[in-house]
């Protein structure tokens, strides 16, 4: 089996993916240090082995690991082990720490959290509306970026003054590019920062899911303080980077694709049909790391050895003819029907997933209805991915607002 290695800077994504299914079910891949495991790289394949009991998430399991293989400051090894909580548990641990996480983010709980949201995007809308005419902005920095952050951060009980900090921390925790000598101390003023916001949380509890997690631990749930901890920089880290991700992405995927634009706006296409093209087609998690094999599992024709990592490749799957049939590689806002695993599937899917729809659904559809006019400001060809195994994350997207409404300036 040839091993293909991950390129530590993103310069051709779909050409990687495309690299990656044609190497089968089953991919060998070398990931940003040298580290090497295996890759699932089609929808089907991929869903069986989110269910398999004999996939698993602790990371002693890990031949690489238990040989010691694995240094403590690899780019990656906040992902591959971010410590205690029900990212990294099965069975009876992992329901009893996503419990609470999936009552605070049910459809209905999260379908209340609508006004502020809107709120915040029109806020946002406000900001753009006030530059001058006709200068390009940052549409990732000044949109895609503030509204996820601002809700997730509300919904935690995080305070506004911590974003530059996090922002500061979590590009390093997520890119490939973070020198080794600068990860242990990274690392380390990650969890002195949400220690810190769990100890202001436990002196002033509010109403936010930190308050309901620590209250939990104290009424016999029996979180430890590091669970709680480890919980609440999950829920932050992966609830603002995969939204911000899908919001570039759609209107990436919009201004390449006028026609389907123009049906949109016409109101041919829904919204919601961009929003699952979208996370099927360019989806904003990569690569899921990390999980491991309890004992040699069939993957088609090859063999996931015991004791070996496996990643999720969400951005070949999503493009499988096997599912999707020849127009795998399309951006289709109309397809139907569309059942992707953008956001996982099995008992490890994303808790958040309600969320993330839910802001896209109504940050895009109101920045089209304020800026009609809105183009990007430089070719596509030119947009360019930051140094992210994991995430399907650009730099920046710049755009050209036009005039707010449609009117003249």
Not at 81 to 108: F, I
Request: proline content about 7%; aromatic content about 6%; charged content about 25%.
């Amino acid at each position: 089996m040839t091993r293909i290695a991950l390129d530590p800077f993103v310069r051709d994504l779909d050409g990687e993916s495309a690299a990656l299914r044609a190497a089968g079910p089953l991919a060998e891949v070398e990931l940003p240090g040298g580290v090497h495991v295996y890759a699932v790289t089609r929808h089907a394949e991929a869903r069986a082995l989110l269910t398999d009991s004999r996939v698993v998430k602790d990371i002693n399991v890990w031949n690489a690991w238990r040989r010691g293989e694995i240094p403590m400051d690899w780019p990656l090894i906040g992902l591959a082990n971010p410590g205690r909580s029900m990212l990294t548990v099965d069975g009876a641990d992992h329901r009893r720490l996503r419990t609470l996480v999936a009552q605070a983010l049910t459809v209905k709980r999260v379908e209340r959290l609508r006004a502020g949201i809107e709120a915040l995007t029109n806020a946002s809308l406000e900001k753009l509306a006030a530059l001058p005419a006709g200068q390009p902005v940052d549409l990732k920095a000044e949109f895609a970026y503030p509204l996820p952050m601002n809700v997730i951060s509300e919904l935690m009980g995080v305070d506004a003054a911590d974003h530059p900090r996090l922002k500061e921390l979590f590009e390093k925790f997520f890119s490939t590019q973070t020198p080794p000598e600068e990860v242990p101390q990274m690392m380390a003023d990650l969890g002195t920062l949400f220690t810190k916001i769990v100890d202001d949380k436990r002196a002033n509890p509010g109403d936010d899911l930190t308050s309901a997690l620590i209250a939990a631990s104290e009424n016999g749930d029996h979180l430890t303080d590091e669970e709680i901890v480890n919980t609440l920089q999950l829920i932050i880290a992966a609830g603002h980077e995969t939204t911000i991700s899908l919001i570039v992405n759609m209107v990436e995927a919009l201004q390449t694709h006028p026609e389907q634009r123009k049906k949109v706006l016409n109101g041919e296409i829904g919204w919601e049909g961009v929003i699952e093209e979208t996370l099927r087609w360019n989806t904003p998690t990569s690569h899921v790391l990390i999980r491991f094999a309890t004992e040699d599992i069939e993957v088609g024709d090859r063999i996931l050895p015991k004791g070996e990592g496996l990643i999720v490749s969400f951005g070949a799957l999503g493009r499988d003819e096997e599912q999707y049939g020849p127009t795998a590689g399309d951006f289709d806002a109309a397809r139907t029907p569309n059942r992707h695993i953008a956001f996982g599937h099995g008992p490890h899917v994303c808790p958040g997933a309600a969320l993330s729809r839910l802001e896209a659904g109504i940050a895009l559809p109101a920045l089209y209805e304020r800026f009609p006019e809105l183009d990007l400001a430089v070719p596509a060809s030119e947009l360019r991915n930051k140094p992210i195994v994991t995430q399907n994350d650009l730099y920046e997207l710049p755009v050209k607002l036009g005039c707010p409404f449609g009117g003249d300036a």
